[in-house]
Antibody, heavy 121, light 108 residues
Framework: QVQLQGSGPGLVKPSQTLSLTCTVSGGSISSGVYYWNWLRQPAGKGLEWIGRIYSSGRTNYNPSLKSRVTISVDTSKNQFSLKLTSVTAADTAMYYC?????????????WGQGTMVTVSS | SYELTQPPSVSVSPGQTASISCSGDKLEDNYACWYRQKPGQSPVLVIYQNYKRPSGIPERFSGSHSGNTATLTISGTQAMDEADYYCQAWDGNTADWVFGGGTKLTVL
């Protein structure tokens, strides 16, 4: 059974770059039928999709974040990563990685446990 | 603000039927899916492609879709169903996924 484990610094200073990694276990990230997402959720608020990547490297990003976001994949490590530049307090949130794919018409059937990131000096 | 509109809260008595709506232009041409999120936990997919249930999701969860509105229905609601529920749809114009603001289901 596929599991996702997010990791990265829990505290980032304003104006710096947030970097997170999601490690996929129990399956290959290179499976062509899946794609890999990043989402976030500020405390007490709803979910926001940040973007996705296929194992080929093809990406799609939320238009509102596109200028600051880069998602990359490392198939040799079975990992995908998120970089968000020029962060502010508004980027403080729980960050989730998830899997989407054809099997559920694109819906996200596997989620990581979440990584809490606080932006503060 | 969110692209999809959900009621902030819905209350239901145990054993009764709860319905949660989700509306928005993105639903006119796209499927809806639904997630359940309990406090301190990651979301769980409960409905995809408007009405299909992933394995392991109880039959009391069902979904429907008409025009620009999708509905999640929970029949015979149980205390364990108390959670936040989010709808989601694909925006083909901007190539991104959009969510509703979430509905807090309270089982009184």
């Amino acid at each position: 059974q596929v599991q996702l484990q997010g990791s990265g610094p829990g505290l980032v200073k304003p104006s710096q770059t947030l970097s997170l990694t999601c490690t996929v276990s129990g399956g290959s990230i290179s499976s062509g039928v899946y794609y890999w997402n990043w989402l976030r959720q500020p405390a007490g608020k709803g979910l926001e999709w940040i973007g996705r990547i296929y194992s080929s490297g093809r990406t799609n990003y939320n238009p509102s974040l596109k200028s600051r976001v880069t998602i990359s994949v490392d198939t040799s490590k079975n990992q995908f990563s998120l970089k968000l530049t020029s962060v502010t307090a508004a980027d403080t949130a729980m960050y989730y990685c998830s899997r989407g794919g054809d099997g559920y018409n694109g819906a996200f059937d596997v989620w990581g446990q979440g990584t809490m990131v606080t932006v503060s000096s | 603000s969110y692209e999809l509109t959900q009621p902030p809260s819905v209350s239901v008595s145990p054993g009764q039927t709860a319905s949660i709506s989700c509306s928005g232009d993105k639903l006119e041409d796209n499927y809806a899916c639904w997630y359940r999120q309990k406090p301190g936990q990651s979301p769980v997919l409960v409905i995809y492609q408007n009405y299909k249930r992933p394995s392991g999701i109880p039959e009391r969860f069902s979904g429907s879709h008409s025009g620009n509105t999708a509905t999640l229905t929970i029949s015979g609601t149980q205390a364990m169903d108390e959670a936040d529920y989010y709808c989601q749809a694909w925006d083909g114009n901007t190539a991104d996924w959009v969510f509703g603001g979430g509905t807090k289901l309270t089982v009184l």
